[in-house]
């Protein structure tokens, strides 16, 4: 399984970004996906996740702002952000997994598929 993921760009605070990510190769309909971050000297942190089949957890610093959606066919999944504040500003990682169980899904290690990264800078 390969992850395309694209959006990134600069945006002022209050403004809005829409990050994709594309898979390719094997399918499947019960599959976890996710989105990370990640800022220079840390690690990577959870974002948000729609677990197996529809159950979407997001983490609390972008709760209410960020939504993790994906397509019926389970090939594309993206993150809408609005009200983004500088804090948001990270490089953003998508990430899948076939096997994974709900309580591991905040963890990075517990993927086992992943995208390139695409930059947010929220910045005036």
């Known amino acids: 399984v390969q992850l395309q993921a694209s959006g990134g760009g600069l945006v002022q605070p209050g403004g809005s970004l829409r990050l994709s990510c594309t898979a390719s190769?094997?399918?499947?309909?019960?599959?976890?996906v996710a989105w990370f971050r990640q800022t220079p000297g840390k690690e990577r942190a959870f974002v948000a996740a729609?677990?197996?089949?529809?159950?979407?957890y997001y983490s609390d610093s972008v709760k209410g702002r960020l939504t993790i959606s994906r397509n019926n066919a389970k090939t594309t999944f993206w993150l809408q952000m609005n009200s983004l504040k500088p804090e948001d500003t990270a490089l953003y990682y998508c990430?899948?997994?076939?096997?994974?169980?709900?309580?591991?899904?905040?963890?990075?290690?517990?993927?086992?598929?992943w995208g390139q990264g695409t930059q947010v800078t929220v910045s005036s």
């Open positions: 990430a899948a997994s076939d096997r994974i169980i709900l309580s591991s899904i905040y963890g990075s290690d517990n993927y086992g598929y």
């Open positions: 729609i677990f197996r089949f529809s159950n979407t």
């Open positions: 190769g094997r399918t499947s309909s019960g599959r976890t």
